[in-house]
C-alpha cells in the first residue's frame, strides 16, 4: 500500500469549500436518504437562530466576515483516482443541498441574483449534475430547483419521497423575518462562507470504513443531557440519594431511547419550553436568541443560569432533589404518554395520533402538550388536559388548510409560545375557557371547506381530510371503522384518493368554457372519495353511471352517492337525521353537485371539530 493511500486528512472547510463545483458519490450503505421532519426542522432552525443572532439590520455584507462561525459537524469521503465517494454524513449534506435548493428559489422569487447553483449543480460539456449524484433522484432534484415541486410517481424510491417532504418541511421551518429582500442575501452569504464542517479524507475505503467506524461506536463526546445531569447531581449533598437518582436518570434516559437516540433531548426541551421558558426571539431582524431558543441549543447551560425560573436556589440540595425525584418522573411520564398515543390510536389520546399525522412542529406542539400540566394533577387529569390541547391543535391546522392557509413554525411560533405561557399549569376548566376563546377568534372559518381543492402540495392533507371525514361517518353509523384503515393501513389494503370526475374535459364542455376550469373543480374535495388502491386505479377514467354501479360496494361516504344506500339503511338514515347532515344521493355528477358534496363536507367537518368539548358545564 502506497503512502497515499495509508494517509488521513482533515480539514476545516466551509459551504462553499464542500459543494461548489464539487462531485461526491455515495456509497452503497449510505444510498438512503432517512432524514425525519424533526431533522429538517432542527437544521433549520439551528443555523437560522444562529445566523439572526448576529445579524443587525445597519451591517453591510462584508461584516458578515466577522461573525461567529457555525460548526456543522463532519464528513468522511474516500477518495481514489480523483473521485471522491461520501462515506458519512451524506444525510447532512443532502439536507444542505434540499436547503440550498429552497434558497435559490426564494431568491429568485425575490427578483435577487444570488449565484447558488454552482453549490448544487455544475455543467460540463452542456451537462448538468448534481454535486451529489444518485441517479435515482435526479428527476426529483431537476425539478424541485426548477420549480420547488415534484409530483411523486409510483416508482420513486424512498428516498426520494423523503427528499420530497424534507424539502417541504423547509419551506414550513424558514423564518418568515429572512424571507425579505434585504436579509436573505446576508443569510445566504453567512451559510456560504460561515457554516463550517470537518471534512475527513481518506484515499483508501479500508482507512474511511474505519473512521466511520469509529466515529458512530466510540464517541466520547458527552451530550447536552449528561451534561445537565452532571451539574443537578453535582448539587446533591447525600451519596445515597445522588445514586438513587443516577439509577433513575439512566433507565429513564435508556427508555427514551427506545424510541429514537435523540428522544431524551427533545423531552427536556419540550418540558423547559413548556414549564419555565419565560420570552422567546422576536420576529423582527437583528432580534436576540431568548428562552426558547436558548433551551432549544443549550438546554443544559440555559438551566444552570436560569434556576431562578425553574424556582430552585443555587445552594438548595433538596430542591434539586425534588427536582429529580418529583418534577422529573412527572413530566416523563406525561412525555411517555405522547410518545406512545403517537404511535397506536386510543379512545384516550386519539387527538395526539391525529396531529402526529397533521399537525404542528414538535417544537411547537410537544411545549403546548405539556404546559398546562401540574405536578399534583392526577393521571386522568395529565390525559385529559393532554388531549384537550392536542385536539385544539388539530382543529387549529384543520381549518388553516381548508382555507389554504399555511401553518409553518415560523409563523405561527410567536402565537403558540404566548399560548403556551396562557395555559401553564392550568385547571381544565380555565384550559377549555382559553382554549375554546382562541378558535372562536381564529379567522379561518368552515366555510372555505365549500372552497377547498386538491393541489399539487396538499395531497398529503387531502388524504387525511377524507381519512378523517370517511372514518367519522362510518363510526356516527355504528360500523366498525377508523381513521387508521383509510389513512395508512399497514398490512392491509391501501387506500388513494379518487376523483369522481374522469380527467376527461371533453365530457364537460357544456358547463366549462376553459379546461383550468374544469381541473379546478374536478380537484374540489366534493369531487373526492378514498377508494382502495386496485379499485381506484380500475374505475379511474370510467363515466359517472359506471362507477356509480361499483361505489354501492365501497365505504359509506362514497356510498352516500348512490340512491340504493337511502333504502333499507337504518343506521345510516338514523345517523342522518340525528346529524343534520345535507347527505342525498346524486344519480348524476354535474358541477351543482360537486357544490352539494362541498357543503356536506363541510358539515360533516363542523361535527368532528365542534368546540363542543371546550364548552365547561355550569
Sequence with gaps: MSKLNNKVEAHHRSITEVLDDKKYTVDYFQREYQWEERHIEQLVSDLTASFLNEYKPEHKRKDI???????????????????????????????????????????????????????????????????????????????????????????????????????????????????????????IDWLRYNVILVEIIAYSDENAYTIFETMNDRGL?????????????????????????????????????????????????????????ESIRQAKAGSKNEDFEKIGTHFHSWFRDNLNKVGIKQEDSEGFQSFIDK???????????????????????????????????????????????????????????????????????????????????????????????????????????????????????????????????????????????????????????????????????????EHIWADKYADHKEEFEQESDFQKYRNRIGALVLLPRGTNQSYGAKPYNDKLNHYIKENLLVQSLCPLTYQNNPNFLSMNNKLTFPFKAHKEFRKADISDRQKLYQAICESIWSTKSYTNLK
Excluded at 444542505?96 to 426564494?106: A, H, P, Q, S
Design 65 to 187: 466576515e466577522n461573525y461567529n462561525s457555525y460548526y456543522l459537524g463532519s464528513f468522511v469521503v474516500s477518495e481514489k483516482d480523483g473521485q471522491r465517494s461520501i462515506i458519512d454524513g451524506q444525510q447532512r449534506l443532502t439536507s444542505l443541498t434540499l436547503l440550498l435548493i429552497y434558497l435559490n428559489n426564494l431568491q429568485k422569487e425575490l427578483g435577487l441574483k444570488e449565484k447558488l447553483e454552482p453549490l448544487v449543480f455544475s455543467e460540463k460539456y452542456g451537462e448538468m449534475s448534481f454535486n451529489i449524484q444518485v441517479d435515482e433522484r435526479i428527476s426529483c432534484m431537476e425539478s424541485l430547483f426548477k420549480s420547488g415541486v415534484y409530483e411523486a410517481k409510483e416508482t420513486d424510491d424512498e428516498s426520494t419521497l423523503n427528499m420530497i417532504s424534507r424539502y417541504g418541511d423547509i419551506e414550513k421551518a424558514f423564518p418568515e423575518e429572512i424571507k425579505k429582500h434585504i436579509i436573505l442575501p446576508f443569510f
Design 221 to 277: 463526546n458527552l451530550t447536552p443531557t449528561e451534561m445537565f445531569k452532571g451539574f443537578i447531581l453535582s448539587k446533591f449533598e447525600d451519596s445515597k440519594k445522588r445514586q438513587k437518582a443516577n439509577e433513575l436518570w439512566k433507565i429513564a434516559i435508556q427508555e427514551l431511547h427506545t424510541y429514537d437516540k435523540d428522544e431524551d433531548q427533545r423531552f427536556i426541551q419540550a418540558w423547559f419550553r413548556a414549564q419555565y421558558a
Design 327 to 497: 418534577d422529573f418522573k412527572f413530566f416523563l411520564n406525561a412525555y411517555k404518554h405522547i410518545l406512545t398515543a403517537e404511535r397506536k390510536l386510543t379512545d384516550t389520546l386519539s387527538h395526539v395520533f391525529y396531529i402526529k399525522r397533521w399537525g404542528i412542529a414538535n417544537s411547537l406542539s410537544y411545549p403546548l402538550l405539556l404546559a398546562s400540566l401540574q405536578t399534583t394533577d392526577n393521571s386522568d387529569t395529565v390525559l385529559e388536559k393532554i388531549d384537550l390541547v392536542a385536539r385544539y391543535i388539530e382543529i387549529f391546522v384543520v381549518r388553516r388548510s381548508v382555507n389554504f392557509r399555511k401553518f409553518a413554525s415560523s409563523s405561527i411560533r410567536y402565537t403558540m409560545y404566548t399560548l403556551v405561557k396562557e395555559i401553564r399549569r392550568t385547571e381544565v376548566h380555565k384550559l377549555k375557557d382559553i382554549l375554546k376563546r382562541k378558535l372562536d377568534e381564529m379567522e379561518e372559518p368552515w366555510v372555505g371547506v365549500q372552497n377547498f381543492r386538491l393541489h399539487s402540495q396538499n395531497g398529503v392533507f387531502v388524504k387525511f381530510l377524507l381519512s378523517r371525514i370517511t372514518s367519522y361517518v362510518e363510526q356516527q353509523s355504528g360500523l366498525n371503522s377508523s381513521f387508521e384503515k383509510y389513512y395508512h393501513n399497514p398490512g392491509g389494503k391501501s387506500f388513494e384518493v
